[in-house]
């Protein structure tokens, strides 16, 4: 399996939607392959943080220099 393939099964793989033989060539390719296993094991997480719908209160100088970024970038458009 290539990591386009694996990128391809990402959703069915995190929804436990693969046949048996499927799940055994995705397993095969994360435990060579550091970047697709960082890739889903990320996905994981972040579908997680999302689930729990916690909200995280920023320091306030980031929030500033994130909101001065985003406002930048909203203007070159």
């Given at each position: ?11 069915d793989c995190l929804d ?62």
């Amino acid at each position: 399996m290539t990591c386009s393939e694996f990128m391809a099964k990402l959703d069915d793989c995190l929804d436990q939607k693969l046949d048996a033989e499927l799940r055994a060539e995705v397993d095969s390719h994360l435990r060579g392959c550091e970047h697709c296993l960082i890739t889903m094991n990320t996905t994981r997480m972040t579908i997680e943080i999302y689930r729990r719908n916690d909200i995280y209160e920023l320091p306030e100088t980031l929030r500033t220099r994130l909101e001065a970024s985003i406002m930048a970038r909203c203007k070159k458009c």
